[in-house]
């Protein structure tokens, strides 16, 4: 391979010193002996957007020296579509779909967050009957299974770790069935809605997440077993990415970062919702600040998240047939899905209703589906601890039906912050490790 | 002590400094009364987003104030009252007396009106106070109320003490024509990014931030997007022969 002379992205004469080069691949020899030529040892390499180790859309500008960093920064806003736009342009109902859309491997804390910040407004935060809320837990709590699973994957996919990658993906899959049984999609459910849940679970989905929890309570040991005390492992992650308590606090980083301070902060336990009191779990924590420890609390939190869920199934075991939405019919959306012959679609059930039965009905569902209903002029703030950490929906409502303002507060984002602290001065393979150990999601990043 | 002879008295015109009983404590007024007025921030017209449809059923005559909630007198409630107490003296020891415009309690959560000029200083005393110990910001959040005079941009702060267990949110405002507000990142280093984001997305200038620059939008972007004078965009799509129009200009409930 030749070197590229002209880069489209960074002509040379755009920049102001040194000379551009375009690496694409299989051209080491060329670019090594070009870069001797020019008798400097530090580099400035733009590691991204598009780069398998980078979570996704990602670009890493950092400065070299020989193989350590002296710089290290990020440019984001490459996934960035105008969610929180989009959703003052629909109804507070629909505005779930679309946030559920932005941290993909975390769909049903987006809707949480938004949907309890919903509630609050709507004074409806004590009306919202009991299996709704089991079920977000449920939800949730198989969730942060999911993106602990995909956390731990990928990360160790970036140091070489293939199996792990594979065995974790292969788990995750099991937590998307579940997902798909439930909800009907694996993600962008837009599940969770403004007043309990949009259905109730579906028959036999109580044997399946039973199922689940015992091939899982066979499965999770194994990957202790693989890692914990693999010494590659063990010396790729320990004392890399380091961040004291000082730092999560000065940065604002929560979550699995914060706990591996040894700081057992979770939103769970100290600021409960959607009734997490009542479940019975601990909160894990490390010592180390670095991303071995970050690892070992996700490993752990995935442990709890099993007894929380199987919390969860007992209770609903006992709530068959319950409502899963709030009584006021001027809130509850007024219909349940059901399979038909031409396939998935309003219940008939729902259908005799409002077109024979009740006229009040008819007036509801017609409003509710075209207008939607309104919320109280207002701003609510209700964070949920998400795998990454606190996430939070500012919502603003004008009385309307549509949000005035929906802005969220993801954890990738600010945690990401953290990069430069975590890898300047390392190694530049060790960027990769501490950008894992953060575990950013670029499509809640960028929103 | 004699009693005073009638004529002994200073002279008092009511409605002045000099009137001492306007200064006795029980006539001293809790908050100013301009802080428990609602806030009207717009007038909503007319029940359908579009104007102009040819709406003959009378609704498009509707005229209704957007009131968010006003002001609230004390007691606050619960650990509120706490909280302010604790913050007007830490307040008062700093010299900033006259920070906060105005206090609402809604739905349980507490929001502190800030005077943007003693913003910084505000961030400082509740970062510090040990009585407060706000040590944590979750960032920025912007809002674009156009219809609100003189104080169309917000910049909405979420405050958590971790220590005291406790949510507090501070809000600054200034106008479209004077979009300063100044940077709490010498405080809050987390807020880099997200005053970085406000900025993007509405145009507020964060004075001493120390890179204000665009962060999610390309650098050559122009105009602010969450602003509410930005279109939404979009293109309208046909289906099966009828056009839907892009979602900003379809005919909606407002």
């Known amino acids: 391979m030749t070197q590229t002379q002209s880069d489209p992205y960074a002509q040379s004469s755009e920049t102001t010193s040194g000379k551009v080069f375009t690496v694409t691949g299989q051209d080491w020899d060329t670019v090594a002996s070009a870069v001797a030529d020019e008798g400097e040892e530090r580099i400035v390499v733009n590691m991204g957007p598009q780069h398998p180790s980078t979570h996704g859309v990602l670009r890493l500008i950092l400065e070299l020296d020989g193989e350590t960093v002296t710089e290290a920064r990020c440019g984001i806003g490459y996934l960035h579509t105008g969610i929180e736009k989009n959703m003052e342009f629909r109804s507070w109902t629909q505005g779930v779909t679309f946030c559920t859309r932005m941290d993909y491997l975390s769909p049903f804390y987006n809707e949480a967050t938004y949907v309890l910040g919903v509630e609050r407004l709507l004074d409806i935060e004590d009306d919202i009957p009991e299996k709704a809320q089991v079920m977000r837990v449920l939800l949730m709590e198989l969730n942060r299974i999911s993106s602990h699973l995909v956390a731990i994957a990928t990360g160790g996919m970036e140091i070489g770790a293939l199996t792990v990658m594979t065995v974790g993906f292969r788990e995750r899959e099991l937590v998307l069935d579940l997902f798909e049984l439930i909800t009907g999609l694996r993600m962008n459910h837009a599940f969770i809605r403004p007043g309990g849940v949009s259905q109730d679970l579906p028959p036999g989905a109580l044997d399946e997440i039973r199922d689940f929890i015992a091939l899982m309570k066979k499965r999770l040991p194994e990957y202790a077993a693989l890692c914990n005390e693999n010494p590659i492992f063990k010396a790729r992650l320990q004392g890399v990415g380091h961040l004291d308590l000082a730092g999560c606090m000065a940065l604002g980083i929560t979550g699995p970062v914060l706990r591996s301070t040894g700081y057992p902060w979770d939103l769970r336990k100290s600021q409960p919702y959607s009734g997490y009191e009542d479940y019975d779990f601990d909160v894990p924590t490390w010592d180390t600040a670095d991303s071995y420890g970050r690892f070992r609390i996700r490993l752990e939190e995935m442990h709890q998240s099993l007894k929380i869920v199987e919390q969860c199934a007992d209770r609903l075991a006992g709530l068959e047939g319950a409502p899963v939405m709030v009584a006021d019919k001027k809130i509850a959306w007024p219909s349940q899905l059901a399979i038909g012959a031409d396939g998935m679609g309003n219940s008939l059930d729902h259908i005799r209703h409002i077109m024979g039965e009740s006229m009040e009905a008819l007036i509801h569902h017609f409003k509710l589906v075209t207008e939607g209903f309104r919320v109280p002029p207002g701003q609510a703030y209700v964070p949920v601890e998400s795998p990454r950490g606190e996430l939070g929906a500012h919502v603003v409502s004008d009385g309307g039906t549509r949000p005035f303002r929906a802005h969220f507060r993801d954890p990738s984002f600010t945690n990401l912050q953290a990069t430069s602290v975590m890898s300047e001065g390392g190694m530049v393979a060790d960027v990769i490790v501490a950008v894992a150990s953060l575990d950013p999601v670029m499509g809640g990043v960028d929103r | ?254």
Not at chain 2, 36 to 61: A, C, I, K, N, Q
Not at chain 2, 134 to 152: A, L, M, N, W
Not at chain 2, 230 to 243: F, Q
């Open chain 2, 1 to 254: 002590m004699t009693p005073k002879e009638p004529g002994e008295f200073d002279e008092v015109t009511p409605g002045t400094e000099d009137d001492v009983t306007d200064l006795m404590p029980e006539n001293v007024l809790p908050v100013e009364p301009g802080a428990l007025e609602p806030e009207v921030v717009d007038v909503r017209r007319g029940m359908f987003g579009v104007h102009g449809s040819g709406d003959t059923s009378g609704y498009g005559g509707i005229v209704r104030p957007v009131v968010m909630p006003s002001g609230t007198p004390k007691p606050y409630g619960g650990w509120f009252d706490e909280v302010a107490a604790a913050f007007e003296s830490a307040l008062t020891t700093a010299g900033i007396t006259s920070a906060i415009e105005k206090v609402v309690v809604h739905r349980g959560e507490i929001t502190f009106f800030i005077r943007r000029g003693d913003l910084l200083q505000v961030a400082k005393t509740l970062r510090d106070d040990p009585a407060l110990r706000f040590e944590f910001c979750s960032g920025v959040s912007g809002v674009h109320y156009p219809g609100d005079k003189d104080r169309e941009l917000h910049a909405v702060y979420h405050l958590l003490s971790m220590t005291h267990n406790r949510r507090i949110r501070l809000e600054v405002t200034c106008p479209d024509s004077d979009p300063h507000i100044p940077s709490v990142v010498s405080v809050y280093p987390t807020n880099d990014w997200h005053e970085r984001e406000t900025y993007d997305f509405f145009g507020i200038i964060f004075d001493g931030h120390p890179a204000l620059t665009r962060i999610e939008m390309p650098d050559d972007w122009p105009g602010h997007p969450q602003r509410k004078d930005y279109p939404l965009g979009g293109i309208p799509v046909e289906y099966k022969g009828a056009t839907i129009p892009p979602p900003d200009t379809r005919r909606s409930y407002t």
